[in-house]
C-alpha cells in the first residue's frame, strides 16, 4: 500500500475537475436544479477516476533505461541516451525526470513523450563537465498518464551510476583526422613543409586516401595494378615532453573552463599527434613540487598512460617553482628533448622572475614557453568607454595586452620558442608548434 501511495500522483485536470465541482454544489444552494446534476458529474468523475487507475497499475507495463558512454570527455557535449518501452494495449503520455550529477547544476531537466500501443521511443540530450573528476547519475523517474489524465504513475529505474570525466578525448579525436598526412591544409592546421630529408624507407604499401601523392610508387603500381606508395619513418623517434603548470596562475577561468583544463586537453590532444609521428611523448607537471612524471616512450599503451595522469592531475594551486622544476629536469630528462611548458605569466615581472631558469632549461633543450592571452580584456578594449572610469579601465585592458606581447618578445629575443594563444586555440597552435619545429629539423 506505502509503495503504491508512493508512486501515485493527481495530475492538474483532477484538481480542476474537483474545483469545478465544488462550484456547481456551492452554486446549486441558490439553483435547485444543479445539485442533482452536480451529483451525476461526480459519479462520472469517479468512474473516470477509476478507470484511469486501474488502466494505470492493472500491471507495470512500462520499461526504461539511461545508457551512458564509458567515460564523458571534458569541456565537449555529451550524449546520453534514454530508450523508453510501452508495453500497455493503448497510447500513455509521459513526463521523464532525470538525476543528473549535482555538478552540472541543473534541476528542471523535463522531457514530455507520447508513445504509441507496443512502440518503443528514444531520445537524446547532452551534458558539457568542465572539470574532470567522477559524476554520479541519480534515478531515472518516469511519470505516466492516459489520454484522460486524471492520474500519474510514477516508476524508478536505473541504481546509481557513476561515470569519469577524462580529458577532451573528442577534441583529440577531431584534430587527430585533420592531422593526417595531405589534410593538414583544412581550416585550423598548417600544413608546413619539412625541410632537408630525415626520413628512411620502411615498406611498400597500397594507397589509402590521405597518403602523399608524392610517394606513389609507380613500378610497384603498374605490377601490382592497384596504387601503391612508398612508406617512410624518421630515422630517430624524438623525445617530447608536456610540461603543465600547475600552479595558481592556471586556475583562471574562461568559457567555465580553467587554464589548467586547457593546457590538460591540448596536451592530450597534441600527445596523439605526435605519437603517430613516432616521436616519444612523455608528461610532466609542477607547481611547488613536481607531480606527475611519465617518461617519454613511443610504445603504443603510451597515449592511455597520459590520459590516466591528466585524468588525475590533483592541485591546490599554490605558487609554481620553476628553479625545482630546472633542477628536475637536469635529473630526470637527460637526453635532448623538446618541451612544450604550459603555463601563464599576467604581467612582465613575473616573467623576469622565471626568465633565468627558462634561459638555462633552453640551453640543455628545445623549449616552447606557452602562455594564453587574456580574452576577457578583449571585451573592454573594444568597447565604447561612456565615462572617465570606463576609459580608465580601458587603459588599463590595453596596457595588459600589451604586456603579453612585450613577454613574447622577450622570451623570442632570448633565443626561446614562444605561443601566445587565446585559450579555446590551445590545441590547434600547440599542434602547428610542433609540427613547425619538426619540419625546421632544430631538435
Not at 208 to 218: F, L, S
Amino acid at each position: 500500500m506505502l509503495n503504491f501511495l508512493k508512486s501515485l500522483y493527481l495530475n492538474q485536470r483532477f484538481f480542476y475537475a474537483i474545483f469545478a465541482i465544488a462550484l456547481l454544489f456551492l452554486f446549486s444552494y441558490f439553483f435547485d436544479f444543479l445539485y442533482g446534476f452536480t451529483w451525476v458529474l461526480s459519479l462520472i468523475l469517479l468512474f473516470f477516476f477509476l478507470a484511469d487507475l486501474v488502466s494505470l497499475y492493472k500491471s507495470n507495463r512500462i520499461n526504461a533505461e539511461r545508457i551512458l558512454p564509458q567515460k564523458f570527455s571534458n569541456s565537449d557535449e555529451n550524449e546520453v541516451e534514454i530508450i523508453l518501452e510501452n508495453n500497455y494495449g493503448f497510447s500513455i503520455y509521459t513526463e521523464i525526470i532525470d538525476e543528473i550529477p549535482i555538478q552540472f547544476q541543473k534541476r528542471d531537466f523535463l522531457k514530455q513523450l507520447k508513445i504509441g500501443a507496443g512502440n518503443s521511443e528514444k531520445f537524446s540530450y547532452y551534458l558539457r563537465p568542465v572539470a574532470r573528476g567522477e559524476y554520479y547519475f541519480g534515478k531515472l523517474n518516469i511519470y505516466v498518464f492516459t489520454k484522460i489524465g486524471l492520474v500519474k504513475r510514477r516508476s524508478v529505474f536505473g541504481n546509481k551510476q557513476m561515470l569519469k570525466v577524462y580529458p577532451s578525448f573528442i577534441q583529440m579525436k577531431k584534430l587527430d583526422f585533420l592531422a593526417i598526412d595531405n589534410r593538414l591544409s583544412q581550416p585550423g592546421l598548417k600544413k608546413i613543409r619539412r625541410i632537408g630529408h630525415t626520413m628512411e624507407f620502411e615498406q611498400i604499401k597500397e594507397y589509402v586516401p590521405g597518403d602523399d601523392v608524392r610517394t606513389i610508387n609507380w613500378k610497384a603500381t603498374a605490377k601490382q595494378g592497384d596504387l601503391m606508395v612508398n612508406q617512410f619513418q624518421d630515422e630517430k623517434a624524438q623525445p617530447i615532453y608536456s610540461i603543465i603548470d600547475t600552479g595558481r596562475v592556471m586556475k583562471m577561468p574562461f568559457n567555465g573552463l580553467s587554464l589548467l583544463d586547457y593546457a590538460i586537453n591540448s596536451s592530450l590532444a597534441f600527445s596523439n599527434i605526435a605519437l603517430k609521428k613516432k616521436d616519444k611523448v612523455g608528461l610532466i607537471s609542477f607547481s611547488s613540487k613536481i607531480g606527475n612524471i611519465l617518461k617519454a616512450n613511443a610504445r603504443l599503451s603510451q597515449l592511455q598512460q597520459i590520459m590516466e595522469r591528466l585524468y588525475n592531475i590533483n592541485t591546490q594551486f599554490p605558487d609554481s617553482d620553476f628553479n625545482k622544476l630546472y633542477s628536475n629536469l637536469r635529473q630526470r630528462v637527460t637526453q635532448r628533448s623538446l618541451l612544450m611548458l604550459y603555463t601563464n605569466f599576467e604581467h612582465i615581472s613575473a616573467l623576469k622572475r622565471q626568465l633565468p631558469y627558462l634561459k638555462a632549461i633552453n640551453k640543455k633543450h628545445v623549449l616552447v614557453v606557452i602562455f594564453f592571452e587574456n580574452t576577457e580584456l578583449d571585451k573592454v578594449i573594444s568597447s565604447n568607454p561612456e565615462n572617465t572610469t570606463d576609459m580608465a579601465h580601458q587603459v588599463i585592458a590595453e596596457s595588459f595586452a600589451h604586456d603579453k606581447k612585450l613577454m613574447a618578445a622577450e622570451l623570442r629575443q632570448h633565443g626561446i620558442n614562444t605561443l601566445l594563444t587565446k585559450p579555446e586555440d590551445l590545441s590547434i597552435n600547440a599542434i602547428n608548434k610542433y609540427l613547425e619545429i619538426k619540419a625546421r629539423g632544430i631538435l
